[in-house]
């Protein structure tokens, strides 16, 4: 039994509402900005209240972007980046799980040597090899197209030993279950694995979209053309200006806007994120 202890109880408390402070007031912050006028911030004061260029800013970012910097409009840059993060996230998933699919229940040569080659994968991310791979992406003809933004980092040690690892819990009565049923391999992993693997799966995709999402070093190298800039980095050059300060309310319009698609899907998936994250027993 617990022990009621109102000390405790507001030490908690406190700690959580501080915690929520920290975080969310630079969010605060970025929204006040957002709907301020380019020289608001100039003065030296921080307003802490909403100005009345809200909707003028944010419609200036999604219709024309900032010429001055070379960004174009927000709305096709987030566009390219909800491909990449749903390219990123959906294949990585389908990838890995097949992988641990594979190397669970399947017996062939070697497979223990094919998951640590795979799972040694993790000390090589695509910062470590990214001349080779920009290489091999501009012989395969895939600049500045999805194709050249997504297939790169398709593989993914991580999610694969995480498939493998659930799916070594589950029972092998199951399998036998459905060998006696006359179910094939591909009909035991749709019928059974799959359903199983549902909050695991929402768990990763919310992970593996946000990471799609913020990535900006590698579109940074593969795409030239406007057409296939990021959201990132378009953040990126609005608050990089050569010969003036940067536009921060048009920067933090983007911003806000730029952060909204992640967190819709974090409120979407929110139950079976947690639920994968914390279920133990399937």
């Known amino acids: 039994m617990v022990e009621n202890r109102p000390i405790l109880n507001f030490l908690s408390h406190l700690v959580l509402i501080v915690g929520v402070v920290v975080v ?18 100039y003065s030296g ?64 040569p070697l497979r223990t040597l094919a998951f640590w080659l795979i799972f040694i994968t993790l000390m090589l991310p695509v910062e470590v090899r990214i001349v080779p791979t920009f290489k091999v992406v501009a012989d395969l003809g895939l600049l500045n197209n999805y194709g ?12 694969t030993f995480l498939f493998r690892q659930f799916f070594l819990t589950v029972p092998e009565e199951l399998m036998e279950a459905a060998r006696v049923d006359g179910a094939g391999p591909m ?12 909050t695991n799966i929402a768990a990763l995709f919310v992970i593996l979209f946000i990471l799609g999402w913020n990535q900006y070093l ?9 057409d296939q800039y990021t959201v990132v980095m378009g953040i990126k050059r609005m608050a990089d200006v050569a010969d003036s300060y940067p536009q921060w309310h048009t920067v933090m319009a983007a911003v806000i806007l730029a952060a909204l698609p992640p967190v819709l899907v974090i409120i979407g998936m929110q139950r079976l994120f947690v639920k994968g994250l914390t279920e133990t027993e399937k």
């Open 24 to 41: 969310v007031f630079p969010v605060y912050l970025a929204f006040i900005a957002s709907t301020r006028g380019p020289n608001d911030f």
């Open 45 to 108: 004061v921080v307003p802490l209240l909403p100005g009345p260029h809200m909707i003028e800013n944010y419609w200036a970012m999604l219709s024309s972007g900032m010429t001055t910097s070379g960004a174009p409009p927000l709305g096709p840059m987030m566009f390219n980046s909800l491909v990449m993060a749903l390219g990123v996230a959906i294949g990585k998933i389908a990838i890995s799980i097949l992988s641990a699919f594979a190397i669970v229940y399947f017996r062939f």
């Open 148 to 159: 050249g933004l997504i297939v790169p980092l398709l593989a993914s040690a991580t999610a």
């Open 218 to 226: 590698w579109p940074l190298i593969v795409t030239t053309n406007q």
């Open 187 to 198: 009909k035991f992993f749709r019928d059974i694995l799959l359903p199983l693997s549902v």
